[in-house]
């Protein structure tokens, strides 16, 4: 057996392969499907008579703001349209704390800590050390945070500032938040403080390719659990129509809207309100959007499929991996501490994965076995050989072979 496994190391090595699966990209099908919005047409002059080529309207047009307010499940006022990802909407509204947060600016709180899940996004984990607080970590269960872990961080430290997280389709394990684990959330972070930041990145709200559980609104429980004013949801259409070209919504209240909306008068002249218009003529309302997303799932499902089949001829002797019904990510967790082994293993052969560690806050996973795949960029024929790539490196580093 083991004979067969380093024959089959060495000759896909010999293949000189060149596969990337390091990030969750759209693949050029994908792209495609909004091709629609390179060269669409639009009138200079809104419905209400904003001229959209001018400055103004810093908060996005209206019928944004009213696309993100169906997407969100949020009044009007509520909304604010960006640009971009979810993740600069994020950034946003971390810098605003950091400088004008009442009664205190989080730049003058001493040891400020911020709660994120892990396996997590390693996006998140750079912003916060962009602002020198500390990630404090909880893990998550099938139905979301864990709750008496969290519970237990709170209870053993000061100053935490709030949690960041992917309520669907989690970055990159899939959990999708239960609404009871979201109102329990909700319900010991503003015990806690009632300037506790729940900042939801709803980055894959509507990226569903097989079915999901339903989930209220995050908003609609932020309003009936009483922490609107506390609560912070992003989403964006990154990987909906084009990464950079789409449009990103927020829905907050209270001092939050009020601090984003200071730091965006500061830091944004206008935004870009042509390109509001155009995805706003191009999906025109929620049911579109809804289409939209069954044509990306048609495309990314076959490729998970793939992913599954090829883990799936693993026995549990070597680890587990989540089946995500939407988002862009499969988590594999070895039962050995061989991570770090099994990603340079892949990268000898030429296919590259996400760094080990990548998922935890600086880089370090304390147990060396949470490894990320993101299978949607390349094609169905590359995908099989990565996967093919990696259960055998899988297998090389567990029984610890020579190669």
């Given amino acids: 057996m083991h004979e067969e496994i380093i024959s089959k190391y060495n000759s896909l090595r010999d293949k000189s392969l060149s596969i990337d699966i390091t990030r969750g990209k759209p693949d050029t099908f994908q792209l495609d499907l909004s091709n629609k919005l390179l060269d669409m047409q639009v009138q200079p002059i809104d419905e209400d008579g904003i001229d959209i080529r001018n400055y103004g309207e810093p908060y996005g047009i209206k019928a944004a703001r009213e696309l993100g307010a169906s997407l969100l ?151 009936e659990s009483d922490v609107s004013n506390q609560t912070v949801v992003v989403t964006s259409f990154s990987k909906v129509t084009f990464g950079g070209g789409g449009l990103s919504f927020m829905a907050a209240a209270g001092e939050n809207l009020k601090l984003v909306k200071r730091m965006r008068g500061s830091m944004v002249i206008c935004p870009d309100k042509v390109n509001q218009q155009r995805h706003v003529d191009f999906f025109k309302d929620i049911k579109s959007i809804e289409n939209h997303m069954v044509k990306h799932a048609d495309l990314i499902r076959p490729k998970f499929e793939i992913a599954y089949s090829v883990l799936e001829r693993l026995s549990d ?52 076995n949470v490894i990320r795949i993101a299978p949607t960029f390349i094609d169905e024929e590359e995908l099989q050989v990565a996967m093919e790539a990696f259960i055998t490196a899988l297998q090389v580093a567990h029984f610890n072979l020579t190669v």
């Fill in 73 to 223: 499940n949020a009044e009007f006022e509520n909304i604010i349209t960006g640009e971009q990802s979810s993740l600069l909407l994020s950034y946003q509204t971390v810098l605003a704390n950091y400088l004008f947060a009442t009664p205190t600016p989080w730049k003058n709180i001493n040891s400020p800590k911020f709660i994120c899940p892990v396996p997590g996004f390693d996006r998140h984990f750079r912003m916060f050390d962009d602002f020198g607080i500390e990630v404090i970590s909880v893990p998550l269960n099938s139905d979301g945070i864990d709750i008496e872990a969290m519970k237990s961080v709170l209870e053993t430290h000061d100053n935490i500032l709030g949690i960041i997280c992917v309520p669907r389709h989690s970055n990159p394990s899939g959990e999708v938040y239960s609404d009871v684990n979201i109102r329990e959330l909700f319900n010991i972070g503003k015990n806690y403080s009632t300037s506790f930041l729940f900042l939801f990145d709803h980055a894959y709200l509507i990226h569903d390719f097989l079915p999901t559980i339903k989930q209220t609104p995050t908003w609609q429980i932020a309003i």
């Fill in 317 to 368: 002797q070597f680890g587990a991996f989540s089946r995500p019904t939407g988002g862009y990510f499969i988590t594999y967790t070895t039962k050995k501490p061989i991570a770090t082994e099994v990603i340079a293993l892949c990268s000898d052969i030429g296919v590259m994965i996400t760094p080990a560690g990548a998922t935890f806050p600086k880089g370090i996973d304390p147990n060396n």
